[in-house]
């Protein structure tokens, strides 16, 4: 009676199935239906929904509402669920930032309204190992003129300089300045 506990399958290693949870931020549009077509690609690929925080008393720079939605479900079920609410057209604007180990802080001056500034972060936000996780829009003049924009990105570890060169790449297409932070401190 060497061995009384039957052999363990592939993928059954851990008790609760290897389910971790996770915070998905979102900007959603005001209108009716929205909440729930947003949560049907979570429960489509197996997400299990924890909460809410449905945020409509505030607004996003574009004009949208916050929700934060935690969840649990397998690591690799994860980025199926965070791809396949950018194909729904959700724009997810942070997805499991415990994965991210640095942020940084850069200021985009220019006509951004103009520009599309919703295209601007996608194409940011577009880029493996980088997340768009706050955004303060100012536009002293109004929306025609000149304004500015301070991005928080959340970066894996060690890709901050990776980060700030797609952040310049997007600008320049884009006819935007960058205001970037000072990196390495004392070197």
Not at 30 to 51: M, V
Request: charged share 30%.
């Amino acid at each position: 009676m060497a061995d009384s506990v039957p052999d363990e399958e592939p993928g059954d290693a851990e008790p609760d199935g290897g389910v971790r949870a996770y915070t998905v931020r979102l900007e959603l549009v005001d209108e009716p239906g929205e909440l729930l077509r947003t949560l049907e690609p979570i429960a489509d690929h197996g997400g299990n929904l924890l909460s809410i925080h449905h945020e409509r008393g505030n607004i996003t720079p574009r004009g949208h509402i916050p929700v934060e939605v935690d969840l649990e479900c397998p690591p690799e079920r994860f980025e199926e669920i965070v791809g396949a609410l950018r194909e729904a057209g959700i724009n997810v604007i942070q997805a499991g930032a415990d994965r991210y180990g640095e942020e940084v802080n850069v200021i985009l001056v220019g006509h951004l309204v103009e520009t599309d500034l919703s295209d601007t972060l996608s194409a940011i936000q577009g880029t493996d190992g980088l997340s768009v996780v706050d955004l303060s829009l100012a536009a002293p003049e109004g929306m025609d003129a000149v304004s500015s924009a301070r991005v928080r990105l959340a970066v894996d570890a060690g890709r901050a300089e990776s980060a700030l060169e797609t952040v310049r790449e997007v600008a320049e297409g884009k006819d935007l300045s960058v205001v970037e932070p000072l990196l390495g401190g004392g070197e």
